[in-house]
């Protein structure tokens, strides 16, 4: 059962959750708000130090989320910019589809189509009494729809391959995978049931990232913490890790933690 309340350390609202769980864990959401997730038995005293000893990372996580959120909302707009797999591709919306047709988006060149319906984009013959919405703002979220539903696609078609390629090599198996819109980190692995959570906003870069991640994550199948030997696993099985997590952490856009 999980119980949330908030507390306030250094000046911060910071939320805590607790529910069963093995250890403390802290991440910043994508509007810049800090949550600890911690066991039942774990006093708040040891949660607010547990925060004071990370006050650098917190601040260095909600100034990339902040960041990363501002470059989303403002890529989601007819003739804005998004990425898929590593390449950047411009936003042009085309209102074709029969009214109330769920958004999708198609890659034609270096174009990024998003076909919304007839009806979607506002237009300046509505009725006087009712005030006209601005355009890019009521296109925005069908955008971030069909985005989001195009690059889910494109990592069930890349994923399964990658899970193959390394499950054997490393001596593993994941009980199973999911994807999930996630913005504080690009995935998780559950030690305890063997299930992979990857998250959604890994399509806009390069697959030599993702398979990055992918393998990150089967390293916590045999190396639960983040300690010297999963270092050395990751070197063993991804020699390029490095390299990939600078291009998952470089700018303009922030990007989440492992």
Not at 12 to 18: N, Q, T, Y
Not at 90 to 107: F, G, K, Q, T, W
Not at 114 to 125: K, S
Request: with cysteine.
């Amino acid at each position: 059962m999980r119980t949330a309340k908030s507390i306030a350390v250094d000046g911060a609202e910071v939320s805590v959750v607790r529910k069963r769980m093995r250890r403390v864990n802290l991440r910043v959401r994508q509007d810049g708000s800090v949550v600890v997730s911690a066991p039942a038995r774990v006093p708040l005293s040891q949660i607010e130090e547990f925060v004071l000893s990370h006050r650098q990372w917190i601040a260095n996580a909600r100034s990339r989320a902040l960041a990363r959120e501002d470059a989303r909302l403002e890529g989601l707009r007819d003739g804005g910019r998004t990425r898929l797999l590593g390449h950047e591709l411009s936003i042009r919306v085309v209102a074709d589809l029969p009214r109330r047709r769920r958004p999708r988006a198609e890659v034609e060149g270096g174009v990024l189509l998003v076909h919304v319906a007839r009806d979607a984009v506002p237009t300046d013959c509505e009725p006087a009494a009712a005030p006209v919405p601005d355009p890019q703002q009521a296109l925005s979220p069908l955008i971030g729809t069909a985005v989001e539903e195009l690059r889910r696609c494109e990592l069930e078609a890349l994923l399964p391959a990658m899970f193959e390629r390394y499950e054997p090599l490393m001596g593993v198996h994941a009980s199973g995978w999911r994807l999930r819109h996630m913005t504080s980190r690009w995935g998780s692995c559950n030690v305890r049931t063997g299930r992979i959570t990857l998250s959604t906003e890994l399509a806009a870069h390069p697959a030599s990232s993702i398979r990055s991640v992918v393998v990150h994550e089967l390293c916590h199948l045999l190396e639960p913490s983040h300690n010297a030997r999963f270092h050395e696993l990751m070197d063993r099985y991804y020699p390029a890790w490095r390299e990939a997590k600078r291009e998952l952490d470089a700018p303009p856009q922030a990007k989440p933690r492992h």
